[in-house]
């Protein structure tokens, strides 16, 4: 991963048409273009989102002005609502280290008090839990969540897999799974409501019925109120879109799987609709059966 610098932003904060059901954000937030973690399934490779999403990070010009202003006019429109930072490129990439970029914009955030939706597969969150406390407490809730959240912050830890090893290979830049959830442990102690972003679920891989109630089993333990997961989707035909990039990971680590994803995707981005339902329901099943809730609300 390199750290080129910075690109010209002409927003920060991007308005949804309408409120997102799944992670409940009226606007969306990536303090930067590109991401460390470099997951191969990432969706922004080859998707229409594109970007470089492993081997360049850059931060992106005035973001704290810009976001300001921004901030600023929403307030004046009465459009206060959840940020869902991290949707595209983890808010957290080692990068992070040395800009605090990402601090920088939490202490915006908390300063006009807007609720946050935080997604992350970086341990590096903790360095933010005093800022992410504050924020939690002074948050002003939207009226339509009254009864249903009490908390001005919500905190997801991403996984496509509990296995270390699997994880290496196709999540290079993350923390270990079992980092990440002690780290989401340790934000659920602290009274954040927390849960899994299980993003996606790998055919024939990490999608059995055992696989499934592992994840759910221990992502209890460690504090999850909730699980949101979906399937994989593979987009571009490019040397660096994800489509590609797993085919590449098939074929070294999983060559008897190559013929199953093809007839599986055949000519879709996504898994065949009887497979997704299938994922569904088994999902859906195990996650009751040991009271971890689907989503946020």
Partial sequence: MKYLGQI????LLNKNKKRDDWFLGNYTLNPYAGCSIACIYCYTRGSKYGGDHGSTVNVKSQAVPILKRQLKNAIK?????????????????????????????LGLIKRYHFPLHILTKSNLILRDIDILTDIKEEAIIPSEFKGKIDSGVIVSFSFSTLDPNLGKIIEPGAPSPVERLKTMKKFSEAGFNTGVINMPVLPFITDSASDLENLVVESKKYGAKYILFSGLTLYGDGPEDCKTLYIKFLEKNYPDLVSKYEKLFRESFAPSRRYNSELNKNFRTISKKYGVKNSII
């Avoid at 609502?81 to 920088?104: C, H, M, Q, W």
């Fill in 77 to 105: 429109r009465h459009e206060r609502g959840f940020i869902v930072l991290g949707s595209a490129a983890d808010p957290y990439p080692s990068v992070e280290n040395e800009t605090k970029l990402t601090r920088e914009i």
């Fill in 8 to 11: 010209i932003a002409k927003s």
